[in-house]
């Protein structure tokens, strides 16, 4: 039976030191966010997360979810009520909008609390994990109407918010969406179509669900230009806001999936329900991205989650399983073998899961301070500043942290063997739940796409400038440093690569935009890598400062030191073999016509 401890010391370490919360205690929300109660949320959460969502995450596998022959859909047992314990202790409301009932505080926490739920049960997270996107962009783009009539009750998690793009002939492509919305007489539309894949489409958590579809409007362009947003809710809402008819919408199927078995992932039949526009027509991308840059936020998160269970219970079994002897001589001479743990290729592994699941924690709550400046900074200039690096940094977090978090949770499944391949022992649904977080929310190629085709030439290059401009001042302090010199060079190097890789793209993509495509990827791990090695040049930094101070819990410092190190050693330098991937072109990647890869019997 696996285990799950909430990291609760590594979080506080972050949130106080790292990013020093307090210091922007003059920014509003903030306030309220003293060092007591970030403590206060951030191990109460954890000890949810452990207590109550872990232990129904196993069952929840086996179980999956059930459509009922009337359409409706049974989560699996506990799920119910641990959503409402999560409601009632205000997990979901915590970095919410106050004038509709949220506890306005920072999204770091938010964020924390967001990585703890979805470690501990990524199936039972989705459920109250999109409705704070779908609420972001009701409150960006919605009418007053629709946002005093949805809002209140979406951000108790009353109501629970779904995300509705996908349908059977189109998926990134949104602009080969059929669903039609038809004007009606009451300033309302009937919404006509089939979406699938649609994540908590159903349930049995909430007396009502609010469905963000998009839609086209008759003679809307027939491309992306013509997509509209709508609010449709499943149970139809009176103007006294209570609850009246059926909505025509209905569960149609609910899809068998590889992993994520607890959440229900559905095909939505719209026949005519009724439905409200979000924002202007055919504007509705535009809305809908709002909600989908915060899922991807989320989404990242998911790439750390699974690759942290897998890491915490990988280590107790690498501490207890006997295999071999040390390469250096026994390590425990009385018994008949050592612990896997002495084994370098398996430290290697654990070494690199360590170093990747708190270099990833450090990288999303520096994109939840992101979010929180982009609102919140005092002046214009810092505001668009947030903004400009937030775009930047958002397809990295969702690509290259679901992409190494599921590779980590691959290695973390080898250091048991055999037995990580069987179930009982829970690390193979920890690989099979990683793995859709690399797919949706725009897979992985898409999102190397957007930072390389959308992100690095907008504005002439003004947000990657930025982030050069980040690491270039922090590796310049560190080079003064003698403990953190050795770290900053290596990380500069990184750097110099990445430099390298954006100015190839700026010569050679142009030319020839198959370049660009061909080294999209790549581009994203290495950005990736000089990310992560700037949030261990901060750890490290804020470590060997308390070190020198003689400040307690020396181990905890003294590990953030070593792991420091040890990413800048043997993560570090792949962003040099990336790049000269990239600089190959796509030439050899694009010889080939499409008949050469036919099998020859
Ligand atoms: C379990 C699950 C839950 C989901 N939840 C939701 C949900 O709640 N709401 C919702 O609307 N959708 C949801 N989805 C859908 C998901 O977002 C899509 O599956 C995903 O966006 C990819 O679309 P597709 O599957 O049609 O693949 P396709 O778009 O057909 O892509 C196939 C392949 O081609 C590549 N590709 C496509 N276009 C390009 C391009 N322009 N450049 C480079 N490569 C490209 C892709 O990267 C991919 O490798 C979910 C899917 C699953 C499996």
Sequence with gaps: MPTYTAPTRDARFIVNEVLDLASYSNLPGFESATPDIID???NECGKFAAEVLQPINQQGDAEGCTRNADGSVTTPSGFKAAFDQYCESGWGTISSPEEFGGQAMPHVLGFAVEEFISTANHS???YPGLTNGAVNAIYATGSEELKAKYLPNMIANKWLGTMNLTEPQCGTDLGLIRTKAEPQADGSYAITGTKIFISAGEHDLTENIIHLVLAKTPGAPDSSKGISLFLVPKVLVNDDGSLGERNAVQCGSIEHKMGIHGNATCVMNYDGAKGWMVGEENKGLAAMFIMMNAARLGVGIQGLAQSEVAYQNAVAYAKDRRQGRALTGPADPEAKADPIFVHPDVRRMLMDAKAFTEGMRAFYLWAALLVDLTHKAPTEEERAEADLLLGLITPVLKGYGTDKGFDTAVNMQQVF??????KEWGMEQFVRDARIAQIYEGTNGVQAMDLCGRKLPAKGGAA???????????IAAAKGDEALAPLAEKLDRALSEQKAATMWFMQNAMANPNNLGAGAHHYMHIMGIVTLGLMWLRMAKVASAKLADGAD?????????AT???FMDRYVPDAGALRRKIETGAESMMAL????????A
């Design 40 to 42: 206060t949320v951030i």
């Design 124 to 126: 039972f997270g989705m």
């Design 417 to 422: 063997g055999g037995h990580g391949y069987i």
């Design 464 to 474: 990657v400038q930025k982030f050069f401009a980040v690491c270039d001042e922090e």
């Design 553 to 561: 819990d020396k181990a905890f410092y003294e590990a953030k030191v």
């Design 564 to 566: 420091a190190r040890y």
């Design 593 to 600: 016509d499409e008949a050469a890869f036919e099998t020859a």
